[in-house]
């Protein structure tokens, strides 16, 4: 069942002599309950491509459909409250506030949202403890590690409940055991919790824990590859793969 | 060779029966999902040994045993020894893929970028095989098969860098020339007209 489908994506920065192709006619499916990831060199699109899946950008033509719904065309508002609701974003940097604590940084999606405060409060200790973090939810960010500080935003990402996680680079600014942990953890959230998560990387070892790796290059889709062909839905695609060539 | 003397370093201890060793290989080279060793190649490697004297048959136990056992002898040790003590050489100058790169320069019908490509899946397919086993074990157990897996993960991404980089450079390297073939004269100089 596809939970993410793009058609023909393309997106175009500037315009005339300057305009750049970010994407050019990208077409994707993505299934639900996995651990996507997308790779490839500086400038080939993937952070276009994930910015515009969720709906942080809007595409130049083509469409982007999230639970068989066009949000390529929803009103602002709409699109707003849809990404609240059905989405998770994990950043690079964390992202996170820093005058805010763990706790507070973690409830914010839920204020925004009119959560009660008693209710927010249980969702944010429930996500916090499955992090890890539950002895340090009254610290700033700049008292956490690189590695505590994802988990904080790993557990803000899922407070509303989000089907879909989309994830830049996160372990980009990592060392390489924080790397594994955080990478183990977005692959908890497909296999322990049901999520679909698709994760812009560069890093093959955090690759490496995806199901799928799909490659970009100059805005086209170059590689798709299923990790897994024991998997008997991925043998039946692989199987398709083949005859189509 | 490698086979040949882990069993020797089995066998250093105490005497092993066939079956035993084999599941004591396995056991400690990784895992059957990392080192598949067959029952025929135990069992070859094994009367190997025994015509070179490294290993001896052991006099059954009772007669009701059907097990063959093995010890080592006083020259199995020392062949064991030696092995140890010599430095390891795997030889990563020697490689297919590289060689299936060269090879496939002056075929019409071979597309290099389609091998890289498919060679790049193959990696990653090992990398993730290797991640997720890794992430089933536990460190307070398995250590040392943990550092076997890092091992694994080093090297396959060290592959895939040096794959980015051919890929970066192909059509450099397509307008250099081939390498050419050295070819020494060899036997007789051919027979001259006025020199009979």
């Known amino acids: ?245 | 060779m490698t086979v040949r003397h882990t069993l020797l370093g089995l066998l250093a201890n105490q005497p092993r029966y066939g079956y035993e060793l084999r599941a004591a290989f396995t056991a400690l080279a990784g895992g059957r999902e990392n080192w598949e060793v067959t029952p025929a190649q135990i069992y070859t490697t094994l009367n190997r040994m025994l015509r070179s004297g490294l290993i001896q048959a052991d006099d059954a136990p009772s007669s009701s045993s059907e097990r063959q056992f093995f010890s080592i002898t006083p020259q199995g040790i020392t062949e064991l020894k030696q092995w140890l003590e010599s430095g390891d050489h795997s030889n990563p100058v020697q490689d297919t893929f590289y060689l299936k790169m060269m090879v496939s320069r002056d075929l019409p019908f071979a597309d290099p970028a389609r091998l890289i490509s498919v060679q790049r899946s193959g990696l990653y397919r090992e990398l993730h095989r290797v991640t997720r086993q890794r992430g089933q074990l536990d460190p307070s157990s398995d250590l040392a098969r943990i550092l076997l897996l890092d091992k694994a993960i080093m090297h396959l991404e060290a592959d895939l860098r040096w794959l980015d980089m051919i890929e970066g450079r192909l059509a450099e390297i397509n307008r250099q020339p081939a390498p050419e073939p050295e070819l020494r004269p060899r036997g007789r100089p051919p027979r001259n007209m006025n020199n009979n």
């Open chain 1, 1 to 245: 069942m596809a939970i993410i489908e793009v058609n023909q994506l393309t997106k175009v920065y500037g315009s005339g002599d300057t305009a750049v192709k970010a994407l050019d006619g990208v077409n994707l499916t993505i299934d639900a309950g996995k651990l996507v990831a997308v790779m490839g060199p500086s400038g080939c699109g993937k952070s276009t491509l994930l910015h515009l899946i969720g709906g942080l950008d809007r595409p130049t033509s083509g469409t982007v459909l999230i639970e068989g719904r066009d949000i390529s065309r929803m009103k602002d508002d709409e699109l707003t409250t849809l990404r609240r609701q059905k989405m998770g974003f994990i950043f690079q940097f964390f992202n996170l506030i820093p005058v805010l604590t763990a706790e507070e940084n973690t409830a914010l999606p839920l204020i925004l949202d009119g959560v009660k405060q008693q209710k927010a409060a249980g969702i944010v200790a429930e996500w916090l403890g499955k992090n890890k973090l539950a002895d340090r939810t009254h610290h700033r960010p700049d008292e956490l590690s690189g590695g505590q500080q994802q988990r904080v935003a790993i557990a803000r990402a899922m407070v509303s409940d989000p089907v879909i996680i989309l994830a830049d680079e996160p372990t980009g600014n990592l060392d390489t055991r924080s790397s594994d942990e955080i990478a183990s953890s977005l692959r908890q959230l497909v296999t322990d919790y049901g999520r679909t998560v698709l994760m812009v990387t560069h890093d093959p070892r955090i690759a490496a824990y995806a199901d799928r790796i799909i490659f970009l290059k100059d805005g086209r889709i170059v590689d798709d590859n299923l990790m897994d062909s024991e998997d008997p839905e991925n043998s039946r695609k692989l199987k398709e793969k083949v005859e189509a060539l």
